[in-house]
């Protein structure tokens, strides 16, 4: 998509042409997916559509945030607090 103010970009063209879109990114790292899943909750058209974010390669183990965004019954939910809700896993950074 080209990054967050990308994406909202092509999120307001595809809803003024009626068209359906989908988020084709596999999670790499929450890092990756939670600025994605925010944008996705953030966005009325957004949310209408297919995303292939959720589990596809099973729960994010070992990732560089502690709290990597949760899925949970064909739902993701972003990380909550500040920015985009993520705290860096630094035990992991010191392996």
């Not at 994406?7 to 359906?20: F, R």
């Not at 084709?24 to 899943?37: H, K, R």
Request: charged share 20%; aromatic share 6%.
């Amino acid at each position: 998509m080209g990054g967050i103010k990308q994406a909202q970009k092509w999120s307001a063209v595809t809803k003024a042409a009626g068209l359906p879109i989908m988020c084709e990114a596999l999670p790499n790292s929450a890092f990756e997916t939670a600025w994605q899943v925010h944008l996705l909750v953030s966005d009325e058209w957004a949310t209408h559509m297919e995303h292939e974010n959720l589990g596809v390669n099973g729960p994010m183990t070992d990732d560089i945030a502690k709290n990597v965004p949760l899925v949970k019954n064909g739902f993701m939910y972003p990380p909550e607090g500040p920015g985009l809700g993520l705290e860096l896993n630094e035990e992991l950074l010191e392996k």
